[in-house]
């Protein structure tokens, strides 16, 4: 059914292919992408899973995206921020777990930026000279991510969300715009981060034509990381009446990610957890080979919230990972504690 795919190279399928891979309504379609991809993925990296422990250090945003809980008009949230002894506590509670990767993620805080950020970068760098530091903290200017590389940043997340321009103004206010997106993941890839882009499949106006737009962009982007997850709403953004993004449709975006990326780190994303119970085991078995567990301190979980019922416990967290352990060795998979770089 997809023999004619598995006899292609990546960059030899087109948007019109994808579209149709995309929009076959057919269970076995998704089945046998899900089974091509996480045979690329054993290929790649074996049946590991790599571990991040993800630190959401600020939920203070200067942006106001319209899918997104933490948007500056929310005025129903309590606002957080961690203190560097906060973010170290954390990073300290990490390591003796066994982390090797510490993502930092937060919304665009200007408090979390410039001399403040290096000076944590160059902490965590000395306390830990091994471990990969990830920064997710959005849209910065070049000699801003080049500052925060040199203090020993390895790797940097920042989804597109959409290829599309039309799309694209439909999520985000003005003000913001794709081409500053597309410039600053550039940057990103030039100053010689492990860049990391993606985005929400089902978020409101997409169609399967926008997808396979992101797809192209995904696979000749050639990311280091692949961050894709279902839209979910937020009962307090202009999109609280959007319906869900599907789970089926994400595995096959997931799916299609690996086939053209395959040894890119791709996360089974939180809010597939969320989205539905297999949602995380259901993506491993698409080809993702990276989990997030949040390591955020317990008493401000809730209040980075994304998106509406967002998974924090359980396999989801830090404290977790012995259950995660154990659904992973259901489906003969194990943990990897190392830092899980990307091939080159
Ligand atoms: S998506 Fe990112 S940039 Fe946009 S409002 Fe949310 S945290 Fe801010």
């Known amino acids: 059914m997809i023999s004619w795919l598995i006899n292609k190279k990546p960059d030899e399928v087109n948007s019109q292919e994808i579209v149709s891979l995309l929009r076959d309504p057919s269970t076995d379609t998704t089945k046998a992408l899900s089974e091509y991809a996480r045979a690329i993925a054993e290929r790649s990296f074996g049946r590991k899973i790599f571990l991040r422990g993800l630190i959401e250090i600020s939920n203070y945003c200067a942006n106001d995206c319209y899918y997104c809980g933490i948007r500056r008009s929310n005025t129903q949230l309590i606002r957080y921020r961690l203190s560097s002894e906060e973010i170290l506590l954390q990073c300290d509670e990490g390591h003796s777990i066994g982390f090797h990767t510490f993502v930092l993620q937060g919304g665009e ?122 839209f979910l709403p937020h009962s307090a953004t202009p999109f609280a009446q959007k319906a869900k993004g599907s789970l089926e449709l994400t595995l096959r975006f997931l799916a299609l990610c690996r086939i053209f990326c395959p040894t890119a780190m791709i996360p089974a994303t939180t809010a597939m957890a969320t989205l539905h119970p297999e949602g995380r085991i259901r993506a491993i078995l698409s080809g993702c080979n990276v989990v997030m567990p949040n390591l955020s301190p317990m008493s401000h979980r809730k209040d980075y919230s994304l998106y509406d019922h967002k998974a924090s416990l359980g396999a989801e967290s830090a404290e977790g990972v012995t259950l995660l352990k154990k659904e992973l060795e259901k489906i003969g998979y194990s943990i990897d504690w190392g830092r899980g770089d990307a091939p080159l």
């Open 109 to 230: 805080d200007h408090y979390w930026r410039g001399e403040r950020l290096v000076k944590l970068i160059q902490t965590i760098r000395r306390r830990y000279p091994e471990v990969a530091i990830t920064l997710s903290l959005g849209e910065m200017e070049p000699h801003e991510y080049q500052d925060l590389y040199n203090a020993g940043a390895n790797r940097y997340l920042l989804r597109h969300e959409t290829h599309n321009v039309t799309h694209y103004s439909l999520l985000h206010p003005p003000g913001m715009s794709l081409s500053h997106r597309l410039a600053s993941l550039a940057a990103l890839q030039r100053i010689g981060f492990q860049t990391g882009t993606g985005i929400m499949v089902g978020s409101p106006k997409q169609t399967i034509e926008h997808m396979a737009e992101d797809l192209i962009f995904i696979r000749d982007f050639n990311p280091a990381m692949i961050g894709v997850g279902p």
